[in-house]
């Protein structure tokens, strides 16, 4: 069901001095950000040969992203996020298991248009879980 990490999420108070570090100390090149009006974040992304680094900025005081931040004020791993070929069989398959798929396994898209759903941390290890639609031999970003 899994097919590869799509990406790791860390949660930053400011996209912008994130981005800034990131290429000053590691050499790393964040893309030029992007809003996902859902979930009230704004996002840029490194791209590493096999996975991508997201940074997610919280848009307003409501997103689930400012209150992460409330917890670790510094920022920090939000969630990571797996490959699956479909996504609404996947999340059907784990709910089959007693798995929670936060949200009721209501249809969501990132950014890049890519089906996502996010299953519950209590379900998987106490970490947030995204699972992201790449079908195989369709390109995608990566
Ligand atoms: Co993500």
Redesign the pocket.
Known sequence: MITGL??V?IAVPSLQAAAQRLKEIYGLEAGAAKVNEEQGVR?AYVELPNARI?L?EPLRPDSPISKFLERNPAGGI????VNVNDVAAAGAGLARKGIRILGGGKESR?VHGDR?AFVHPKDFLGALV?L?EKRLGIGGAL
């Open positions: 799509s990406h999420s996002l997201e997610m939000h969630h990571f996020c990132n996502i995204e992201e």
